[in-house]
């Protein structure tokens, strides 16, 4: 166990003078009291430092030689000890001189782990020795203040471990890394080549203005030829790196290195390539008078961005490890930008230009710990002085690169350095976004639930996500021996509240309270014991507190909290707000659905009493209104109506299944055809911008439907309390209201509401609607529309993709590569993209007047998606003069498919144009416009008008169930209420097969599935494509089902016969197969 010791740190103003202690080793396994440290046995094992120690030497302990291990309360807490009410680890060091610790096998010869101390400044620990210890011969952790004056440290796995030391100072120390007689220790083969000689390390993380300084000291035996460890005099540690910054300037001058090459005089390698918890980042090392590099002053600097992104690093030399760069003359200044570190800025970053280059620091791999809400992100950054007139910015953004703001931010410079040129604080700007658009709609808009991810934090204590009901709750998780009261807060984009001042903010949520017993706990309202919600905005000139307390109940049931909240004049020089949520002794919290949004500036109040037409999609207020239908082309309406409506039967079905749909807005990806795909666990979802959001759904452009029940389906995994205050509506083919029901209360979580609909009530189109005098998100899951169709279109024109592989040119282009011909190539995996200084726009030419359906846009898939928010999708005619447009209100995600539908009798355009109304990049992975030619495509061979190739064709199939109608001619008569039919479960995959007697160039094919029941059985297809000789030249797997009918696009395929084969074993049965085509 411990030789010489201090053991309760009741101890004062003994003097140890001139002991020895030597062979110390571990207690035998059982011995009792195995609560203490006596495994880890130390020679001077000092729990107060208020004592002397005087010439003493510790040789060979099994742990430490001079251990400090301050705690505030000593193992032998029963005893009575007279600490004088003070904490040891504070208290002031007295005489500590002449002490020397060799061969220790465990930690170091000197050590202060895992306590630390911190010693008041001035505290001197004079001419200690520490060498041939195993790991260190000094280990500090969480420890302040120590001058190290004179002494030795030699031949230690590290000369000195700075594991979080504030302030270390090595004056006139001798640091050797391999001495003569280690050396000659190894040639007699008395002590093995264990190649640990590391110098004196650098910690990451010290603090602004603690770093470590070496100073009148002395370094050799580092160029020893060892291979592994760290044999550098001096180099940057990789203990617990947390937020990855190098934050402390250490202070290096008048050393001298014997014969030690720069190689071995100093590394960054260990804590840039961490295997710790994370990389370091902005290593910047001065050297004030050249005696570190061996020729003049300047700095060793990392290899990053945000370093030398404002240096020329090309005059530069590379030190011999590789991981720092020397450059004379330069001089850089160390800062930290603190930001909020909740789990929604993790992959923020930030940017800093001086108006020529931009350096990016990524926010990623930074340290995050939800406990500790006081702590922040550290985004560091290295600076020179900044050109006159010209100061540095510092801008933010998101994911998905769009402008953004982390909460708060603020800068903390390092001392300035001995050289004249460093950055000065008031040469840095932050340059925060504006408040418009869609961006400050919502300030809780980062938070994914279902993936773990949301802003709140609590102070020193866990947070739990979990689902009760449907809603997403978060409750803290207060350790049993944590004192005081509870703490949560999430820091607010302050950029949106200063960017719209005068205008007001809902911040609403819901909240209960538990005791220890998990028991529900009621409060008043009034009093301290009920929980405490206050907003704050400070930093500049602001300091705007607003607090309400909250009653709570012991019923279970959840208190709600609603307040409005205008922001004041005199916040612009803000730069932090909070929500915080305490003042309950002792008690959890838990907290569902809350959110803060923007209310519009002129938010309606009443329901009109005559409900006014509503286009499909809105346009942006500022956006020029133009004509719907140009004069030009007023009389080029469609000779033939396009195929959107379902085939008339009198049986009902979910007509939705076929139609288009749109809604005012689109936000998080939530596209609205996704509330009609047949998938409840793919929801539309709008944007919270405008009051009465809505989904409408086009059942057929010339068609008239018979609705018996309208079923909305609420989404499934979380946030269903959001759909209430709704309308169920259905409106005719001028957008006139012809059936609504109003349904008040909340729809849960998977929770359907069926409406049945009055006799007798024909409509084009289904919407719901919330209420005009409310705001919020709307989103479904599914919404389906059952009736059947009394009027169809006599006949019909296949929709077809129609822009790909035609002409298509834009504003600019940011290169060849990336080209307008690249947004139709067909391929998603090419972009176009636009350069970013000017407003850009894409225009596609569909080769002749055409009526158009709708436009799907494919985003680019790899970054970036979020610069198509705001976008604006028109039709021109051939003289470029508008027809129609829709807006893209919110942003769409890399990858994502948003549909933009247009479907009027008007919709008759020449060119398809995509466009933004500022100066930003567009870029898009590919247009698809769909629709269908009023007039032949001018061409050196025009095309034919497409026919029904398979009508009344020869038609094969795999079996015929139980002799159904005419077998597989049935699907070839013309006729949809007639069908094939298949066995069922036979063991192979059913299939079906025409013959179109001769090779045909094929357009598109149009499926119409069995009407009376079981349409669900045709799924998965896929469409195989044989030329003469029935060898296969095409196949084109689907995925999904049919409805009542669907068209597909084919790549202008030569073939004979078409083959369909279902996805797996049930029942093939086609009602109708049209080949759309023409003979070459």
């Known amino acids: 166990g411990h030789c010489f010791m201090l053991e309760d740190g009741g101890e004062w103003d003994n003097v140890f003078y001139k002991n020895l202690g030597a062979k110390v080793g571990r207690l035998p396994r059982g011995v009792p009291r195995a609560e203490e440290t006596d495994f880890f046995p130390s020679v001077y094992w000092i729990t107060n430092p208020s004592n002397d120690f005087i010439g003493n030497v510790a040789a060979g302990s099994q742990g430490p030689g001079f251990w400090f291990e301050l705690k505030l309360r000593a193992p032998s807490s029963g005893l009575e000890i007279n600490n004088h009410g003070v904490n040891p680890k504070a208290l002031a060091q007295k005489t500590f001189k002449d002490n020397a610790s060799h061969s220790s096998g465990f930690r170091a010869g000197f050590t202060t782990y895992e306590t630390g101390y911190l010693a008041p400044p001035g505290t001197v620990w004079e001419n200690i020795k520490a060498y041939k210890n195993n790991e260190a011969g000094l280990f500090q952790h969480g420890t302040a203040n120590i001058d190290f004056q004179g002494g030795l440290l030699a031949d230690n796995g590290q000369a000195a ?85 190098f934050d402390a300037s250490p ?107 931009t350096a990016p620091v990524n926010r990623g791999n930074i340290w995050f710990d939800e406990k500790q809400n006081h702590l922040s992100a550290q985004m560091p950054l290295a600076l020179p002085a900044a050109a006159t007139g010209s100061p540095y910015q510092i801008t933010f953004t998101d994911a998905n690169d769009e402008a ?50 949301h802003g709140w934090q609590n102070f020193f204590a866990g947070l739990v996500v979990s689902e009760d009901a449907g809603k997403y709750v978060i409750s803290t998780n207060r350790r049993k021996h944590d004192r005081g009261h509870v703490n949560l807060s999430r820091n607010l984009d302050t950029s949106c509240l200063v960017g719209n001042i005068g205008r007001t903010f809902h911040l609403f949520g819901k909240m209960r309270m538990k005791d220890e017993s998990d028991a529900d706990v009621a409060s008043d309202g009034t009093s301290n014991d009920s929980p405490k919600i206050t907003f704050s905005i400070t930093g500049g000139q602001s300091n705007i507190v607003m607090s309400w307390n909250l009653a709570t109940s012991s019923d279970g049931s959840w ?36 959110g803060m949004i923007l209310i519009p500036s002129e938010a309606p109040t009443l329901r009109p009493s005559s409900y006014p037409s509503v286009s499909p999609t809105l346009r942006p207020s500022s956006h020029p209104t133009v004509s719907l239908v140009p004069t030009k082309v007023a009389t080029l309406t469609p000779t033939k109506q396009p195929v959107t409506a379902a085939p008339v039967s009198a049986t009902p079905t979910n007509l939705a299944l076929t139609g288009l749909a749109s809604g005012d807005s689109e936000c998080h990806n939530g596209f609205a055809y996704k509330a009609i795909d047949g998938n409840s666990n793919s929801i539309n979802h709008s944007c919270c911008t405008n009051y009465g959001a809505w989904l409408m759904v086009d059942l057929g452009i010339g068609t008239l439907n018979y609705i018996e029940k309208i079923v909305v ?85 296949p929709i077809i993709e129609m822009a790909t592989g035609m002409e298509a040119t834009a504003s600019t282009i940011w290169s060849q590569s990336s080209a307008a011909s690249k947004s139709v190539d067909g391929n998603i995996n090419s972009i176009f993209h636009s350069k970013c200084n000017a407003v850009p726009w894409l225009r596609v030419d569909i080769g002749v007047m055409s009526f158009v359906q709708d436009v799907k846009i494919t985003n680019r898939g790899d970054c970036c998606g979020g610069r198509l928010r705001y976008a604006t999708v028109e039709l021109l005619d051939e003289d470029l003069n508008p027809v129609e447009s829709r807006y893209i209100q919110g942003s769409v995600g890399n990858g994502q498919v948003v549909q933009k539908v247009f479907n009027e009798e008007t919709s008759l355009a ?35 008008v497409p026919e029904n190739l398979a009508l009344n064709k020869p038609a094969t199939q795999s079996s015929t169930y139980n002799n159904a109608g005419d077998g597989a001619s049935s699907a070839v008569d013309g006729n949809y209420n007639s069908f094939t039919h298949t066995h069922c479960w036979q063991g192979i995959n ?30 998965d297809a896929t469409f195989s494509f044989y030329d003469e000789n029935d060898e296969e030249v095409y196949v084109m797997p689907t995925s999904g089902g049919i409805g009542n009918k669907k068209s597909f696009s084919v790549d202008f395929v030569s073939a004979r016969y078409i083959k369909v084969t279902l996805g797996d074993k049930d029942c093939l049965q086609i009602g109708e197969f049209e080949a759309w085509g023409w003979k070459e």
């Not at 840095?428 to 809780?444: N, Q, V």
């Not at 205008?566 to 612009?572: K, V």
């Open 161 to 245: 471990h700075n594991f979080h030391h504030d302030n270390a100072i090595y004056d006139g120390t001798e640091v050797i890394g391999r001495s003569e007689h280690m050396q000659f220790l190894i040639d007699q083969g008395r002590i093995g080549d264990h190649c640990k000689t590391g110098g004196l390390s650098l910690q990451p993380n010290e603090g602004m203005g603690r770093g470590t300084t070496i100073k009148n000291s002395s370094f050799k035996g580092f160029d020893n030829g060892c291979s592994g460890g760290p044999k550098y005099a001096i180099h940057v540690g990789n203990n617990q790196v947390r937020n990855g910054v």
């Open 910 to 944: 020449r060119y398809v144009q995509l466009s933004l109304n500022r100066a930003d990049c567009l870029h898009v992975a590919e247009v698809q416009v769909y629709g269908y030619h009023l007039m032949a495509k001018p061409t050196s061979s025009p095309t034919p």
């Open 404 to 453: 953004a703001w982390p909460g708060f931010a603020k800068l903390n410079l390092e001392r300035a350095p001995s050289c004249i040129g460093g950055v000065s604080a008031g040469e840095i700007e932050f340059a925060m976004p504006d408040g418009g658009g869609d961006r400050c709609m919502d300030l809780f808009k980062y938070d994914d639930y279902p993936n773990g991810i």
């Open 990 to 1019: 059913q299939w079906w097969k025409v013959d179109l007697e001769d090779v045909y160039t094929i357009a598109s094919i149009t499926v119409g599935n069995r009407l009376d029941c079981c349409g669900g059985r045709f799924h």
């Open 559 to 594: 208190a709600e909290f609603s307040e409005e909240i205008t922001m004041p004049s005199g916040i612009e020089g803000a730069n932090r707000a909070q929500i915080v949520i305490d003042k309950a002794e002792k008690q959890e919290f838990l907290i569902t659905e809350w």
């Open 713 to 797: 389906k609420n989404r499934v995994d979380c946030c269903g309390g959001r759909l209430k205050r709704f309308y169920v509506e259905l409106l005719d083919a001028d957008k006139n209201v012809v059936f609504d029901q109003y349904h008040y209360g909340t729809v849960g979580n998977a929770q359907v509401r069926e409406f049945v609909v009055d006799d007798g009530t024909v409509a084009r189109f289904a919407r719901v609607r919330h209420e005009d005098s409310y705001k919020d998100f709307l989103h479904i899951g599914e919404l389906e529309v059952w009736g059947y169709p009394t009027e169809v279109p006599a006949s019909s024109e």
């Open 251 to 357: 202070t290096i001058f008048n050393n001298t290195f014997a014969d030690e090459p720069v190689s071995s005089r100093i590394s960054a390698c260990w804590g840039i390539h961490s295997s710790g918890d994370n990389d370091v980042r902005t290593v910047v090392i001065e050297d004030m008078d050249g005696s570190l590099s061996g020729s003049s002053p300047g700095f060793f600097v990392q290899d990053e961005p945000s370093v030398t992104s404002f240096i020329d690093i090309t005059n530069c030399q590379m030190v011999t490890d590789g991981c720092l760069h020397f450059c004379e003359n330069i001089c850089l200044r160390l800062g930290i930008v603190s930001i909020s570190q909740d789990l929604t800025t993790r992959n923020f970053n930030m940017h800093i230009s001086d108006g020529t280059n």
